[in-house]
């Protein structure tokens, strides 16, 4: 079945260390990938998006994101963690008959003062 | 240019009310998807609608309907509400099915069932 899973519940990082946030996908054809991160009792904000071309994708707040086809992967990734980037981040995909955006369960970053 | 507004914030209802969750999509945008977000999940989509039809529907009773009005707003109607319907409900809007450019979304409508 076509899905896309986060295979990490919670990510801990110390500030000023590289945070990577992992992210498999199962997609038949080339996949529309994303990451969304949520604050507490808020919406989903976008942070980037893999459509086509480059395989490393710059997004909003220093993130940034691999696609590596080889190993359907879509890891969300930032060079040096801050304490306010301790939320929730979810990576989802475009998939079914609606073709609607489906999410991972999410992973709890927290970074560490 | 203005986001995804989603009205009420919060609210309480009894198990077995219903109750209409309303959505004002972003400009320009003609698709609207609605999720549940139970505590510690991950949204899950309930439906979308394009241009006024139901063109999709995830793994929810019919008890849950909605509604998508000539201006592209939307509205999500839940009937015999239950206890485990307490949840975070968010809208989101995009250009179409699937475009690229994604999903822009709400700040939700916190439910709690009691």
């Known amino acids: 079945a076509q899905s896309v899973a986060q295979p990490e519940d919670q990510v801990n990082v110390a500030e000023g260390n590289p945070l990577t946030v992992k992210c498999t996908y199962s997609v038949s054809g080339n996949p529309y990938l994303f990451w969304y991160v949520q604050y507490p009792n808020r919406g989903l904000q976008f942070l980037l998006k893999?459509?086509?071309?480059?395989?490393l994708v710059k997004g909003s707040y220093g993130f940034e994101a691999e696609f590596n086809k080889s190993q359907t992967s879509f890891h969300l990734k930032k060079p040096s963690a801050l304490v306010s980037d301790s939320a929730l981040y979810f990576c989802a995909v475009i998939l079914g008959s609606a073709r609607q955006l489906t999410f991972g369960s999410g992973t709890q970053l927290t970074v560490l003062p | 240019e203005t986001g995804v507004t989603q009205s009420p914030t919060h609210l309480i209802k009894t198990r077995g009310q219903q109750v209409t969750l309303r959505c004002s999509s972003q400009?320009?945008?003609?698709?609207v998807s609605w999720y549940q977000q139970a505590l510690g999940q991950g949204p899950q989509f309930i439906f979308q609608?394009?241009?006024?039809?139901?063109?999709g529907r995830g793994n929810f009773p019919p008890r849950f309907s909605g509604l998508q009005f000539p201006n592209y707003s939307s509205e999500l109607n839940v009937n015999a509400l239950e206890l485990d319907d307490s949840a975070l409900y968010l809208c989101?809007?995009?250009?179409?099915?699937?475009?690229?450019?994604?999903?822009?979304f709400g700040s939700g409508t916190r439910l709690t069932v009691v």
């Open positions: 609608y394009y241009r006024e039809e139901e063109n």
């Open positions: 893999y459509i086509t071309g480059d395989n």
């Open positions: 989101a809007s995009s250009l179409a099915a699937g475009h690229p450019d994604g999903y822009t």
């Open positions: 400009s320009g945008h003609n698709t």
